[in-house]
């Protein structure tokens, strides 16, 4: 069991370029989550997905967009990257719409804008 | 917000039981406690939750107390592996399902 997936691990960009991160997740969970995490700062949610078909900004959702393809894959792209996007980004996802259900997350992608 | 207050840091000798306290006084009614933790360069991974019963998994033990001011984190028999940083954690939001990572107890697991 795979549980939430992530790729890439690691990727390097310069400023100005795009791409999209890609997260799966096996365990046939209705909600799935996008954070990023910096020195200092703790997880902080960009954007969050309550059930397939529906996304929502979290509390940094600017310079991101989300897709929520199915139930199983939620993307999270970098139109125009920018320094300040230089982060270690993790993918979540737990059962039920919301509620008391934990999250499961990934091992995540380590971004880095030149 | 309801927000958590747990000690930087701690150590536990391998083979003993490390008990992890974390005070949440203002946590509401229908509130979880959740506890991560973070092993270096490694996602956050899911220990265990409870809402004001005792809770027990192959992992570890949660102790709620009675008011739900406070929770230990219990590793019955603390290892090597355990080394990480220990989150609790009481989600905020029931429409985003947002969780509040603290700072959280580095815990060292010495030999």
């Known amino acids: 069991n795979a549980g939430v997936t992530q790729t890439p691990k690691f990727q390097v960009l310069k400023t100005g370029q795009s791409m999209t991160l890609q997260c799966a997740q096996d365990?046939?969970?209705?909600?799935m989550y996008w954070y990023r995490q910096d020195p200092g700062m703790g997880l902080r949610l960009i954007y969050y997905?309550?059930?397939?078909?529906?996304?929502d900004k979290g509390e940094v959702p600017n310079g991101y967009n989300v897709s929520r393809l199915n139930k199983r894959e939620f993307s999270l792209r970098l139109e125009s990257a920018a320094p300040s996007q230089t982060s270690v980004y993790f993918c979540?996802?737990?059962?039920?719409?919301?509620?008391?259900?934990?999250?499961?997350f990934g091992d995540g992608t380590r971004l880095s804008i030149l | 917000d309801a927000k958590t207050t747990q000690p930087p840091s701690m150590d536990c000798a391998e083979g003993r039981a490390a008990n992890l306290p974390c005070n949440h006084s203002t946590i509401s009614g229908n509130e979880y406690v959740y506890w991560y933790r973070q092993i270096h360069s490694q996602g956050p991974q899911y220990i265990i939750h409870g809402l004001k019963n005792n809770e027990t998994n192959e992992m570890a033990s949660l102790i709620i107390t009675e008011d739900r001011k406070s929770s230990t984190l219990i590793l019955p028999h603390a290892t090597l592996r355990d080394t990480a940083v220990y989150y609790c954690?009481?989600?905020?939001?029931?429409?985003?399902?947002?969780?509040?990572f603290g700072q959280g107890t580095t815990l060292q697991v010495k030999p």
């Open positions: 954690i009481v989600r905020v939001s029931r429409n985003t399902g947002k969780l509040i």
């Open positions: 979540a996802s737990s059962d039920s719409g919301i509620g008391n259900q934990p999250q499961h």
């Open positions: 997905s309550a059930s397939e078909g529906t996304t």
């Open positions: 365990m046939n969970h209705n909600s």
